[in-house]
């Protein structure tokens, strides 16, 4: 049934193609959109140039979000179509660890993909998908794509927002909305990276199992001890250490 059995696991880019395949099942299957193919393709390229590991500066961003999103009122973690493919389990692991709330938003929504993404979501142990279903969605204000629609008892009520391969525009529209955002993007560069509150420059697949890890580990901590990790955390400067790892690069390497 598995079709990343295919891949032979002594090669080179074995780990690289498994991630491929995932997505090209979820595609095959229609929780992915031939341009969720597209997008990943875009978060490849930066992740050869950070060398495909999870840098101390993204450790740092992990641990910020984790603080984050255990010092919120009302945490949401808002799924795509790729994100739902690559970590479905970790998705639920993450909500239960940090008492957030999951919505499906899609930036090429439709009844039936919603409604597939979450299911995957409550095969893996969700009880509650917003997002979904016949209820009247609230718009977010300036958005003009579908993602503007939002869940009026999950986002749109959200303090702290985490949206994992997030759209520029939304990550903007949020953060107007007074609204704290997280956000996985591999792309230093991109416009969510540069607008979220934490944005942790690094693979959605490492991110969410070292995600869930941290937020055990620190949901023991004090409200105070979390704080002073968040007020230790510069995002911008945190962003420029991952640009200077993909200036490192020499020729003969
Ligand atoms: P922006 O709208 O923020 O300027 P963009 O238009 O370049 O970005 P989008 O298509 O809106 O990109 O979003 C996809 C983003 O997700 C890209 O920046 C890409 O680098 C990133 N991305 C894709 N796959 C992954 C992944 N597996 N892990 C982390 N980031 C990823
Ligand atoms: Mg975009």
Known sequence: MNEINHIPSNHPRAQSLA??????????????VSEGLIAHGRGEAFDYLLGEKTS???????????????????????VNGNTAALCPKEIVDLANETKSSIEVNLFYRNKTRENLIAESLKKNGANIVLGVGQKEFVKIPELTSNRRHVDPEGIFLADVVFVPLEDGDRTKA??????????????????????ATISIIDNIVRVFPELVKTSKQLK????????????????????????KIIRRWKCDQ
């Open 56 to 78: 101390n500066y993204a450790f740092d961003a992990i641990k910020a979000a984790s603080s984050l999103l255990l010092l919120a009122k009302r945490p949401v973690i808002s």
């Open 19 to 32: 991630i491929r395949q995932l997505l090209v099942n979820g595609f095959k299957s229609g929780l992915v």
């Open 220 to 243: 023991q901590m004090s409200q105070n001890s979390l704080l002073e990790i968040l007020n230790n955390f510069n995002n911008k400067y945190n962003i420029d250490g991952s640009l």
């Open 174 to 195: 949020l953060i107007n909305m007074q609204k704290k955002v997280i956000t996985v993007d591999l792309n230093p560069l991109s416009r969510t990276s540069q607008n």
